[in-house]
């Protein structure tokens, strides 16, 4: 089978893998006892961003492939509550907090946009 894409190549996947070893060093300095909870948590929605992106790619039709985006997008918007949950309860400071926001922001914007140019070309 031919992929259609090739998720190494796409720049989304590209920066969500960033965003995800991001996240894993942020959340390095988290409190122990947050372990099993929004370290967790924050890891794992993460990790799900650019994994769904990937498995979108094997896929056999633009509406499979487009829902595979549209988890990963409800994915970062896990991840965005999840920021703004550890910034407001003080396990991420602010400079730390701004910066993730921003990059998931890019992110869900570069998913959208390339939902939008994988439903309008279907295979």
Do not use: C
């Not at 960033?18 to 794992?44: C, H, N, W």
């Amino acid at each position: 089978m031919k992929l259609k894409h090739n998720f190494k190549n796409l720049k989304v996947w590209q920066k969500s893998v960033d965003l995800a070893v991001k996240v894993y060093e942020i959340s390095q300095s988290f409190p122990s006892e947050e372990k099993f909870g929004i370290t967790s948590q924050m890891r794992r929605s993460s990790v799900s961003v650019p994994s769904n992106i990937a498995e979108g790619t094997a896929k056999n039709t633009s509406k499979s492939f487009s829902n595979s985006l549209d988890i990963s997008l409800g994915e970062s918007f896990e991840l965005e509550t999840q920021a703004i949950i550890a910034n407001r309860v003080g396990i991420l400071n602010n400079d730390a907090f701004k910066d993730l926001d921003s990059d998931i922001d890019e992110i869900q914007k570069m998913i959208i946009g390339f939902k939008s140019t994988v439903e309008s070309n279907p295979y």
